[in-house]
């Protein structure tokens, strides 16, 4: 970088302290609080984490009120925001901080890092925002402010150019003074979401411009480079409505389960053509087709045929009858 790393840090919070975006979790520095946050935000937008954040925190607000809380309840107030092993591992956590440090928040990189969920990323924005330690909190989007200021082509989605570019964001963070160590993960992230944005980036309003070098080459709209991604496992399947006085027919799966444990699902099966022979194992006799749905999460894209059912007889012994009142969707 033409300018030194103090000097673009120094832009940067200044640009930050003035058009930070006045986040809920921006007014605290609770430990608990900026926990939940970070885990609420891994691959979820600012915007959808906001309610869940304000009503989670009204219903758990410390560490021992959410290890004691029924888990069912856990995962109602996350019902709608996704990924919901994250909400198992959040409790997990806090049972752990229960029992290994006496129900308050450890203060320390390592202790943080060890909680169930929490990665180097999370585990670093947590000890910078909470406790003003330095360790730097590398996520795609500090990876893109990065790479544009360096005008680095390398390929970010191997974990070299990652570990080397950790190395990097260290070196900045380490040459702040420590009063700032707090702000500064937050600023990087918030150049990288509001103006380094991965397509048409913000170039006029952005702090470091001057010092960009991909700016200089016309780069930036082309950085950071990533290779081919990641597959898209495409999954086909069928699933049947089966109501009888109000009540659907659904079954609770196992919690040994890789995908989705523990959660309520109606009688279904992964295929593209109607299996009749699968669901007349279960006594289900297929009707109309009444809906389809495709839904995509992180590398997996489910489509859906959805069919009316009657059930023959009795019902599955994994099955139960579930009132459409009791369904949190
Ligand atoms: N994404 C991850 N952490 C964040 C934070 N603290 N503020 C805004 N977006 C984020």
């Known amino acids: 970088m033409p300018v030194s790393l103090r000097q673009?840090?120094?832009l940067l919070l200044a640009w930050y302290r003035r058009n930070a975006r006045d986040l809920p979790w921006r007014r605290t520095r609770d430990p608990y609080a900026v926990w939940v946050s970070e885990?609420?935000?891994?691959?979820?937008?600012v915007e959808a984490v906001i309610p869940y954040y304000e009503r989670f925190l009204a219903r758990?607000?410390?560490?021992?009120?959410?290890?004691?809380?029924?888990?069912?309840?856990?995962?109602?107030r996350w019902a709608g925001l996704g990924y919901y092993r994250r909400a198992r591992q959040l409790q997990a956590a806090a049972k752990q901080i229960v029992e290994r440090h006496g129900g308050v928040f450890p203060a320390d990189y390592e202790s943080i890092r060890?909680?169930?969920?929490?990665?180097?990323?999370?585990?670093?924005?947590?000890?910078?925002?909470?406790f003003g330690l330095t360790y730097a909190a590398l996520d795609g989007n500090v990876m893109r402010v990065m790479a544009r200021l360096h005008n680095d082509g390398r390929d970010i989605g191997q974990a070299r150019t990652r570990k080397s570019m950790q190395a990097e964001a260290q070196r900045w963070i380490d040459a702040?003074?420590?009063?700032?160590?707090?702000?500064?993960?937050?600023?990087?992230?918030?150049?990288?979401?509001?103006?380094?944005?991965?397509?048409?980036?913000?170039?006029?309003?952005?702090?470091l411009s001057a010092g960009c070098l991909a700016r200089r080459e016309g780069n930036q709209g082309s950085l950071p480079y990533k290779s081919a991604r990641q597959r898209v496992e495409k999954l086909d399947m069928a699933v049947a409505i089966v109501e009888r006085r109000g009540r659907l027919l659904m079954r609770q799966r196992p919690d040994d389960e890789k995908l989705m444990p523990g959660f309520w699902e109606l009688p279904q099966y992964a295929s593209s053509r109607i299996d009749a022979h699968a669901f007349a194992a279960l006594g289900i006799e297929l009707g109309e087709r009444i809906g389809a749905f495709k839904h995509?999460?992180?590398?997996?894209?489910?489509s859906?045929?959805?069919?009316q059912g009657t059930l023959e007889g009795e019902r599955p012994d994994e099955y139960r009858w579930?009132?459409?009142?009791?369904?949190?969707?």
């Open 176 to 207: 702040m003074p420590v009063a700032d160590f707090a702000d500064f993960n937050q600023a990087t992230i918030e150049l990288g979401a509001t103006i380094c944005t991965p397509r048409s980036p913000r170039c006029l309003g952005c702090p």
């Open 60 to 76: 758990f607000p410390d560490v021992k009120e959410l290890a004691k809380a029924p888990e069912a309840e856990v995962l109602e």
């Open 8 to 10: 673009s840090g120094r």
């Open 39 to 45: 885990i609420m935000l891994q691959q979820t937008r």
């Open 296 to 302: 995509a999460i992180t590398f997996r894209a489910y």
């Open 114 to 130: 060890e909680l169930p969920g929490v990665g180097e990323y999370t585990a670093a924005a947590i000890a910078g925002i909470a």
């Open 322 to 329: 579930i009132h459409g009142s009791r369904l949190v969707l």
């Open 304 to 307: 859906g045929q959805v069919y």
